[in-house]
């Protein structure tokens, strides 16, 4: 028998190939193993971190080996929810942004002297068919058309009151901000425009330091389209206004005469607190008191000094607060404005002494002018309540008895924060423009 004998080198070569057969028929059998643990494992990893995972059974299992679009949905999905929830949780932890930003004084320095502005639509024969006795102006924003439908229809009519005197009214408005809030609202304004005939809109943005712009194109368009307005009332859309008690007010006065009467703010101070609405830097106003001003929420004044307050504002370096800036006119032409009881541009304020006593009472309202920041039900129905036959004050007065006393010397309480950031006295500062 012949023996057979193997080198070294093919024994190793053998065994070699032995071996890797081995570990190729292993990886065959193998194979489905571990997909499905890959498939478990990109299930696992697809649900948010610190929630309870639920076990895939072998009928998902083969879903998901099968369709591999399902995979990447479903990991779309759960992203998408993790995102949402650390979204959410990075709120929580996260101060919310203050509701408006800081204003660029430096930006309204450099365009202060821009103000002359193109009035895009107009009401020129408002005063054309007879001088109106009583101008009402109301400033808006063009969103606010309910606020101007329920002046309409209210306190704000225009007409022949029972005394045989008329009523004009307009609405003052600039350009809107934020033009997406309301689609087509150049369109919308000049239709309400075409029905009602009393909407003034200047092209400049109507924003709350803007508001000055609306004081010096009201005089300027008052001066060119309505000169012999005898009186002119001058508020916001928010506030109820007794017009019968004006007209009451107004029946004795002269007509060429000065007449500047509202809720008038003494000794106010510039707030320098940078978070409140009315700040304003040492380098916009460097003064430590404002002049004596009206109260925004409404005042009257006579056309004899609308038309000098419009040539006295032109010499007045425009100021971001339209009161305030008003009343700089009012000492550059030298009229003290006089204080009214019956002007509330504060609201009217809940005695202490009688804490459970409800304010708004028509019987509260009766006897008063001008009441600021009401919603529009409110305005609306204090206005049915007043014109109420049925209704019934104690220690009423007859329509025709003036049931007010002007005050000689104005009196304030130190209670009243509100006043306290906005009312002022003049002492003669220089807040002129040098021509």
Not at 207 to 217: G, M, Q, W, Y
Request: one cysteine or more.
């Amino acid at each position: 028998m012949r023996r057979v004998y193997i080198k070294g080198e093919v024994l190793c070569a053998l065994i070699l190939l032995v071996l890797l057969c081995l570990l190729l028929y292993a990886h065959q059998r193998m194979t489905p193993v571990w997909e499905n643990i890959h498939i478990e494992q990109v299930s696992t990893l697809r649900e948010p971190i610190g929630e309870q995972t639920k076990p895939v059974s072998s009928k998902h299992q083969n879903v998901l080996h099968c369709q591999p679009e399902v995979q990447i949905k479903l990991k779309a999905q759960s992203k998408a929810k993790f995102q949402s929830k650390s979204k959410t949780r990075t709120m929580a932890k996260s101060p919310q942004p203050p509701t408006h930003a800081l204003f660029d004084f430096e930006d309204y320095l450099r365009k202060k002297d821009q103000r002359d502005f193109k009035l895009l639509i107009d009401q020129p024969t408002k005063c054309s068919s007879g001088d109106p006795y009583l101008l009402i102006a109301i400033k808006s924003i063009a969103m606010d058309f309910d606020k101007r439908q329920v002046v309409r229809r209210t306190w704000g009519r225009e007409g022949v009151f029972h005394n045989e005197v008329n009523a004009k009214r307009v609405f003052l408005l600039g350009v809107p901000q934020n033009r997406t809030a309301l689609p087509l609202w150049d369109k919308l304004l000049a239709y309400e425009s075409h029905i009602y005939g009393d909407v003034l809109l200047w092209d400049f943005e109507d924003t709350f330091f803007n508001l000055t712009l609306k004081e010096i194109h009201f005089l300027k368009w008052v001066n060119t389209s309505c000169p012999k307005a005898k009186f002119i009332f001058k508020g916001d859309a928010d506030v109820y206004v007794n017009t019968d008690n004006i007209l009451e007010m107004l029946k004795d006065k002269e007509i060429k005469s000065d007449l500047f009467v509202g809720d008038i703010i003494v000794h106010a101070k510039p707030i320098r607190r940078h978070k409140s609405k009315y700040f304003i830097p040492e380098f916009i106003y460097g003064q430590g008191i404002y002049p004596s001003y009206a109260g925004g929420g409404g005042f009257v004044m006579s056309g004899y000094t609308a038309l000098k307050l419009h040539l006295g504002c032109k010499e007045v370096e425009l100021f971001p607060i339209d009161d305030v800036f008003l009343g700089m006119c009012l000492l550059r032409i030298r009229l003290q404005p006089t204080r009214h009881e019956g002007f509330r541009t504060f609201g009217i304020v809940r005695p202490s002494a009688a804490p459970h006593l409800q304010v708004f009472d028509p019987c509260f309202y009766k006897e008063l002018m001008v009441v600021h920041s009401l919603t529009v039900p409110q305005i609306w129905l204090m206005w049915n309540l007043l014109h109420d036959p049925n209704l019934h004050c104690h220690n009423s007065q007859a329509p025709t008895t003036f049931p007010f006393k002007w005050r000689n010397k104005v009196t304030r309480t130190s209670k009243n924060k509100a006043k306290d950031e906005l009312g002022s006295q003049d002492y003669g500062m220089k807040v002129f423009v040098e021509h």
